[in-house]
């Protein structure tokens, strides 16, 4: 169903419609909110965001929360240095897979017949893939992709959350059937869980010179 507003909301597991997308209350900088700004950090600032990246804005805050995730390693770092009787590439492991895990996200496990296998895929790389897919609609810049509920338990259904920008002047009604089709199929190839809802929220409209 879609809303006035541009809203795709695909259904609730009680067989009712409903929209359980999370509103962003908080301070906004140039328009984005600072859970915004984080994801775009966790994703590596990948694929570009024209309108984050030319925020003079948005890049202070950027680069504020870049010096405090930082700062954050070097004190890890400096701890464990302090204890010189540990073991030096053991610590050098567990700083990489902090750091690591900063930017992935959460590990969500994927169901494999041999018991004694542990497969898993990382929240971070499904939700680039969604954001990579919904990029890839004409007129669509994705601007978070966010995974509500329980991933590291496998078979809870989570519901996802799509939140974009459409060039200016395009059809909100087509466009955002467009852009719901192509993060359920992304999400149908990349995701080891079932999906409660999948919501699309157009909150933005941006210029042809704007799109990466």
């Keep these: 169903m879609n809303g006035d507003d541009g809203t795709r909301d695909d259904g609730a597991r009680d067989g009712g419609a409903r929209d359980d997308g999370a509103r962003d209350d908080g301070a906004r900088y140039d328009g984005f909110t600072l859970d915004e700004l984080n994801d775009y950090l966790d994703d590596d600032r990948t694929p570009a965001n024209p ?27 400096a701890d464990a240095t302090a204890h010189e009787t540990a073991d030096r590439a053991w610590i050098d492991r567990v700083l990489a897979s902090v750091r ?53 338990i496998p078979g809870v259904p989570i519901d996802v959350d799509v939140t974009a920008s459409i060039e200016v002047g395009r059809p909100i009604a087509p466009i955002t059937e467009a852009l719901h089709a192509a993060a359920a199929e992304a999400i149908g190839q990349h995701a080891p869980f079932p999906v409660g809802t999948l919501t699309v929220h157009v909150v933005d409209v941006h210029g042809p010179e704007d799109r990466a």
């Design 51 to 77: 309108a984050i990246d030319a925020s003079p804005e948005a890049g202070r805050v950027l680069d504020r929360l870049a010096a405090l995730r930082d700062a954050s390693w070097q004190l890890l770092e």
């Design 100 to 152: 690591g895990t900063a930017r992935a996200g959460r590990d969500v496990p994927v169901p494999d017949p041999d018991p004694a296998a542990r497969l898993i895929v990382t929240e971070g790389a499904i939700r680039a893939a969604v954001r990579h897919a919904g990029d890839a609609v004409e007129g669509v810049v994705v601007r978070r992709v966010r995974l509500r509920g329980d991933v590291t």
